[in-house]
């Protein structure tokens, strides 16, 4: 929601941060909490793979974009979400 109140303000710098700064916060702690009170490992099967590719693959892309353009125009940010839908969608026709 601060990212959207952010966004409508014209603080777009304020929004990607906050988005950037929450995924790198649950990737690493949440996951890492997880791990650590469940006293398991974390199994790289097929599934994880093929994930971390998509997500590796679209933040190049995304990363590509910003240093061409210096921002993310609207078009690009609907590829994205396309991309993102028939991402979810083949996973779970696949499964």
Do not use: P
């Not at 990737?27 to 791990?35: D, K, M, N, S």
């Not at 398991?40 to 793979?49: K, N, P, S």
């Amino acid at each position: 929601m601060a990212s959207v109140i952010a966004i409508r303000k014209g603080e777009t710098s304020i929004a990607v941060g906050n988005l950037v700064g929450s995924n790198i916060f649950n990737i690493l702690l949440v996951l890492g909490g997880t791990l650590v009170v469940s006293g398991q490992d974390l199994a790289a099967g097929q599934d994880v793979i093929m994930d971390y590719a998509a997500v590796c693959i679209t933040s190049l892309v995304f990363f590509l974009l910003v240093l061409r353009f210096s921002l993310i125009h609207r078009i690009s940010g609907i590829v994205f979400i396309l991309f993102y839908v028939g991402y979810m969608i083949a996973r779970i026709v696949l499964r």
